[in-house]
């Protein structure tokens, strides 16, 4: 409850400009997130009981992303920006294996707050947004301006990006069904031009994720990246200067996708698989690299995480790997089809 007291004031300190306020309240807001951050690493019944419906946490997350980040404007300050940051990193921990939490990131709000991309049909001033409009809202936008940054903005802005990514993933694993519903109405317009024309969400997602790979797709798809035997070198010699960033944003992107093609029990996301598959990259011959494409830049994400972190890195790998193999029973089915 406290954090929730927080957040809603730094949204009216922001409305004030209150620079000296909205400072102490960053503050408490950061010590609180540390605190909340640790606390979820105990057990999933602690982010549940945090996620509770009665703290009104979850809300107050989301209604700091969307203020700051759509209704302030350009007047937003640096430690809004901060604060956001913070919203969203807290977000990431409470959604991981969470369904209370990730439940009420699917819940409706009516907050008349406009967003560039929404699961309504319409990106132009829906009644009620959800929390994973936001989130995918945020996305878009910071992905849409980063290039544009400068260098020390495009390092929070990658932070950023990655939690937006993590949280989606956290989504959609935890309530599948429901996400993948309303991610296949998601439409976007364009943040930059303001352009009235939407473009499906998922569409987007999948040309941006691919977007990423830019710097090593060919070496992906002449087959020489993420291989078992290019293990020991995938965080060398393969990589080159200033794609590590790249690496790890296409591979949690990638993360995502294969969550949204892979099927449970009661989804089949063939629409997804299509979607997606229409999105990646065809060599010179027009080939297309297919699911072997998302597979291989996979298999480099793990590899890298192995090479930088070591051992620790088994807690992220080993969901990947699943996923992997997943992807690899799709493209089996695929080829006896074909």
């Known amino acids: 409850r406290s954090m929730a007291e927080t957040l809603m004031a730094i949204i009216l300190a922001s409305k004030s400009k209150s620079s000296d306020c909205i400072a102490y309240l960053h503050y408490r807001a950061s010590s609180l997130s540390d605190v909340i951050d640790s606390l979820c690493c105990l057990s999933p019944k602690v982010s549940m009981a945090l996620s509770a419906k009665e703290s009104f946490l979850l809300p107050s997350l989301l209604r700091v992303i969307a203020e700051l980040s759509f209704a302030v404007g350009e007047n937003a300050s640096s430690l809004s920006c901060a604060s956001t940051a913070i919203a969203l990193k807290t977000l990431t921990s409470l959604t991981h294996e969470t369904s209370v939490a990730c439940d009420q990131i699917m819940d409706s709000y009516p907050w008349k707050i406009s967003l560039p991309a929404t699961s309504g049909g319409s990106s132009t001033s829906p009644s009620q947004i959800t929390g ?35 949280i989606l993933t956290n989504v959609v694993e935890m309530v599948p069904n429901t996400t993948k519903n309303k991610i296949e109405t998601m439409v976007v317009n364009d943040w930059v031009s303001f352009d009235e024309i939407d473009t499906k969400g998922l569409s987007w997602l999948a040309q941006w994720v691919v977007s990423k790979t830019s710097g090593f797709q060919s070496s992906v798809m002449k087959g020489s990246f993420g291989t078992n035997d290019d293990e020991a070198e995938v965080g060398s010699s393969e990589l080159k200067a200033g794609e590590e960033s790249n690496l790890v944003t296409a591979g949690n992107g990638f993360v995502l996708l294969a969550y949204l093609m892979i099927d449970d029990d009661d989804f089949s996301p063939v629409t997804f ?25 996979m298999k480099a994400f793990c590899n890298f995480y192995h090479y930088s972190v070591g051992d620790l890195s088994v807690a992220i790998i080993a969901p990947v790997v699943k996923l992997i193999r997943g992807l690899e029973a799709i493209d089996l089915e695929r080829s006896k089809v074909a």
């Not at 910071?142 to 990658?158: F, I």
């Not at 698989?273 to 830049?297: A, H, W, Y």
């Open 132 to 166: 994973l409009d936001i989130i995918f809202s945020y996305l878009y936008k910071t992905a849409s301006l980063n290039q544009e940054s400068k260098s020390a903005d495009q390092k929070s802005n990658h932070d950023n990006i990655i939690f937006c990514l993590n």
């Open 273 to 297: 698989r299509d979607i997606i598959l229409r999105e990646l990259p065809v060599d010179r011959d027009g080939n297309s690299g297919g699911i072997q494409f998302m597979i291989k830049t």
